[in-house]
């Protein structure tokens, strides 16, 4: 025991959210009790956030293999091959708590994470996308969490060149006190030059780089800095704060480090930073390292080894480099006026041996802390109110009287209307690559060099995973699939952002386990494997935890970028023929929440065979240059995608005069249900028998239901032979209820 | 041609611009870090977009006192042409080779969105490619381009013809609602007094390709190119 370390009493366990049995672990491991500095590092290192230990035994059936994948889960990011040499990095993390704290800084430092993660394998970042979830904007609250993460997202997105090209916000007071924010970054890398978190090589140089060390997000500090280091100050706030000018010098000093042969490994230091870089780089080469604190960069005096090595400061990084190479990397870091230093060496003995001045501060099993944590196998079980929420008494509710109303309603409700007032705000088009802009069903970017482009979509439902989290999953991975095809692309690989409540619930490991299964259940039949993923437990507030929203990034590709379709209408007199078939699926919809204020019922029925001979088909009709446009049919079914493909385009909205058929479903499902496997296409006339009959060949139903024609968004429903027109709108003052309507809403007084 | 295209620490459409000057309209283009004291060579130079030193303390503060900014001086004052985008347009503000100043936009937003500009003078280097009056489709990306400057300092500008770019209408018309950002007289670009130096909003390297759906941009910097092809010849003939 060192002078000044506390003792390790029961209190300070529990502060540091170990329990008595990983405690005891420790001592195992160890093979005596830790000091401060080891207690802090191992609480964060077996925390739920790196350890994943809820999640494993359950993440570990995900499908991750496939014959374009790079590297899968495990790294700072998954890599998937397009070909030419090249390869896609990418990942979606969360940074839902400290979004809530303080907006703007949650989520900007949430946007710097993910880049890093994606720049540290050697990829230029060249889009992000974010999922949000918020409370109602009736709460000036949400308002204020809203206006305070877009600006978040922004501030630091712009700032680092890197266009913020798509993504996805749904409003549901669920969320009020957990709202969500999950960052999707993908970059670009040479499938040959893919940099890993290795710390190979004994003897070579460990460097640390970028910002200074500061005392910010250190967690459980506050106990300890009271009785460690009376002279500390007062525990800053636990959110970061971001600094996207360091972070952009960080990428260029980075990738121009990676253009040399200078380094071995490298690794961002995000949660738990020095800790967790410096152990899990030297677990997966199965070395050790040692680290000299009396180096390292620091913002002020005074800093303690457990206040260093718990420090989540932002824009640093840990690189080995080649022995030797010390130099050159230091002249680089010093041409981006990065602070740098050597900060140790690589060791044979597999230890994480931390010294400050002379003295060792630390000494445990680089493996323990990052491979050997806790793995628990919570109990699980449905709770008792799910039967509740899947029955739902359609007698009970009227069929819809007035087409018209309530297509205003669901265009004007926020999770549907243009996010317009939002993308604007992010820098879609820097690095000229984005060729289908925000508001399509997926971003597209070309690949410049190749024919290529990659596009790119965030999905969950998170509704659909409430009333059923298995079928919720297989729903979300199939939307996710599906918005990539209608813009022409081939999916390729996906990851995840698995945001749920407090594991130790029965019921929300349940859920988990559930939304687990679906994923694996669609991802194996669609062959999209897996390649890197983040979980956010604990998001519960008061008890009440948010709706399971396991969101999906997945990722596809376009092998000729004059290929890429988009989801609006492109002329007058193109046919309009809706693909699939469309059932009675009311539960779950928007339609029933808008309209009918209900969260209730059974997800739609989804046949992974039909998805897949849709996915088909509609790659098939865009390769051959048979469409103008493509749609999915997803929230508010296929008369908000009929509404959409009129007036989303950024040129004059077109109208469209349709008729779709009653049969034995009710008229609002016909209108507003949410059958899947759907997708609303328009053609040149000249090729719509051509386009029927390559339906058929797919085994895909294909009905044309009318023709893109006038200013008028016209819609009747065919009941035995009468005609209802049930919507007639002119289309411009549709666009101008859903283009402006989330504006309205934030600027209430 | 040999165009140049400055760093600084944070520029963000350095990239964009030698993508454009080099793969679309076929010229050499040489990288120009911020240290630099010469522009030996160059036959234009271009200050990209950005946020150059993060634009912590006011866009372009701290740029205009890299050391390359002495040299685009001398090179301006030499009859240099000199292009600056965006963040380079502000640089430019800060630096004195433009009059005026940029405040944050109206909305205090960022905006990234299509703007329609008009070529309010085409018989400069920047828009010879240009009819005097034709509007063009180019996108802005920015917070702080709501251009200010005195009512003298305006009227000359005006009365020189130094207003390149004035936002418009879709149909050309210059009226409030058209301007994006609060702009002075729906200013979008201004040249100096002797017309080889540039500044403006709107990015036309994000516009030169038809894959990206809008080649609006290709005609500003073609002007460019073709001026300096122009002069080169004139200059051999004598």
Redesign the interface.
Known sequence: MQAGMPLITKDLIAQHNLTGEEYQKIIDILGREPNLTELGMFSVMWSEHCSYKSSRVHLKKLPTTGPRVVQGPGENAGAVDIGDGLCVVFKMESHNHPSFIEPYQGAATGVGGILRDIFTMGARPIALLDSLRFGELHSPKNRHLMKGVVAGIAGYGNCMGVPTVGGEIVFNDIYSLNPLVNVFCLGLAHTDRIFRGTAAGVGNPVIYFGSKTGRDGIHGATMASDSFDDQSEQKRPTVQVGDPFTEKLLLEACLELMERDLLVGIQDMGAAGLTSSSCEMASRAGNGIELDLTVVPRREPGMTPYEIMLSESQERMLMVAKAGKEEECIEICRKWDLDVAVVGKVTADGILRVLDQGKVVAEVPAKALADDGPRYERPYQPPAYQDMLTNLNYDAIPDVKDGNAALLTLLQSPTIASKRWVYEQYDHMVRTNTTVRPGSDAAVVRIKGTKKAVAMTVDCNSRYCLLNPYEGARLAVAEAARNLVCSGAAPIGLTDCLNFGNPERPDIMWQFAMAIEGMKDACEHFRIPIVSGNVSFYNETNGLSIYPTPMLGMVGLIEDAERTMTQWFKQDGDVVIVLGSTREDLGGSEYIKVVHAREQGSPPYLSLDAEQALHGCVLSLIHDGLLQSAHDCSEGGVAVALAESCMSGSERALGAMVTLTKGRLRKDAVLFGESQSRVVISAKPIHRQAILDRASQFGVPGEVVGAVSGDRLIVSVADEGRLERVIDQPVESLRDQWAFSLERSLNQA | MNIGVVVF??S??D??CR??FH?VLGQDVTMIWHKETSLAGLDAVILP???S????LRTGAIARFSPVMQAVKRYAAEGGMVLGICNGFQILLEAGLLPGAMLRNKSL??????TYVKVENAATPFTSACRSGQVLKI?I?H?DGNYYTDPVTLAGLQANAQVVFRYCTADGHVIPEACPNGSLDNIAGIRNAEGNVLGMMP?P??CA?A???NEDGRLVLASMVEGLKNAKRSEAVV
Do not use: K, Q, S, T
């Open positions: 620490p944070g963000n459409c990239h964009d993508h454009v793969d977009g950005g946020f030193f993060g634009d912590y937003h960022f905006i990234c969105r299509e996108p990306a917070a990015h390297e994000r390709e894959m990206l759906g």
